[in-house]
């Protein structure tokens, strides 16, 4: 049995490194990380963080909260038909290739599939594989995908709630009354492995596995890359905090879809797992449109006295100094500031230091002092939002 099942899960990972969609995850996020790169050059002539960057948050911040779930999802014995599984890497794809990484959310992504199993009836194409494929949908088990998607859902959740706010990008906007304001923006993919089973394989269910029934007596291991997509833009509030509500509300949500489809395999009233995949669907846009902000003031915006941080460049001599994304600066080397040409007129008076005075989030001042070196950052790497002097379009 120990040797059946070491088999199976090495199939399984080659499964995972061979399928298309792994690869294509991979490419997106790259893609986005030039994209990124190009905008922050065209607001503030310098990148705050490099394209590989994208990539490594994309491969590493799912691996976790994949294999945890995968496990839960392993015990309770939810099985897929491999025809399942290609639709959704086909919804996924779509969806990366139109690059609407916003609704790249398992709520959407699993909307064909749901409808598929409920409704299609099996038809002949002429192409065997393709014809197996279609044959496999009417045989999902209902309540077992969408158990799988509230499992997704919470996953993502996660995602944005821990990893939304690492590293993201400041961005110049105009507010509703013409303005130059500052904001962030997510903009990224998250590669989620995995590990699923197939109703066909050499393994056996036991007296203690699997914890529920789907119909299957045999299993083998199959690991899927999941894509989920989150794109965001925060203007009116800090970055942490706006990631914090938004993945809170989405782990709710999950937990919901989760349960109410639990409860609908246990009790077989196929209906709850209907009823939950609809919640997933409305909840999520629900979720999309509350968290949009728009009619929010703005947080990032110019002032009369000191100038708000926007952003700070990795590496450069802010990064070292205890300065936080959102806080004031009000003096540089005792020169106060009305805009941004008095900063760099402030760090004048003295080329071999600075000393900034600034107010942090609960409006108290403090001093941040360092030496600065000859082969260090002109500008200290700090971002300030600033009228633009190129034309480009805003909104989100």
Known sequence: MAELLLTSLLKGIVSFLINPLFYLIIIAAFWLGIQRVKRERLDFHTRVYGVLDDVFITMTAGLGIGLVLSAFSVALGITLPFGTIVLLSLCTILLLAIQQIRFLSP???????????????????GIELLDKWVADLPETSISGLIILLGFLIIAEGFLVWTNGKVKTSPKLIHSKRGKVVGAHEVRRVWL?????????????????????????????????PFGIGFQKLVHHTLPAEAMRLNGLHLVV??????????AGHLT??????????IVAIVGRLAILIYHRGMNKPAYFKEQNEGLVILGIIPGSPASKMNLKVGEVVQKVNGQLLHEESDFYQGLQRNAA????EVLDYNGEVRFEQRALYHNEHHELGLLFVHARKHKRASGQ
Do not use: H, R, Y
């Open 353 to 356: 230091f600075c000393k900034l």
């Open 192 to 224: 989620l492995p995995f590990f699923l089973l197939l109703p066909v394989g050499n393994l056996t269910a036991t007296d203690w596995w699997p914890l529920l029934s789907f119909g299957n007596e045999t299993f083998a291991f199959i690991a899927v």
């Open 268 to 277: 077989g009233m196929q209906w709850l797992a209907v009823t939950a995949a």
């Open 253 to 262: 949500l999950g937990v919901i879809v989760f349960g109410t489809s639990l």
């Open 107 to 125: 709520a959407f992504i699993f909307i064909l599939p749901i409808v598929a199993a409920i409704f299609l009836q099996p038809f002949n194409t």
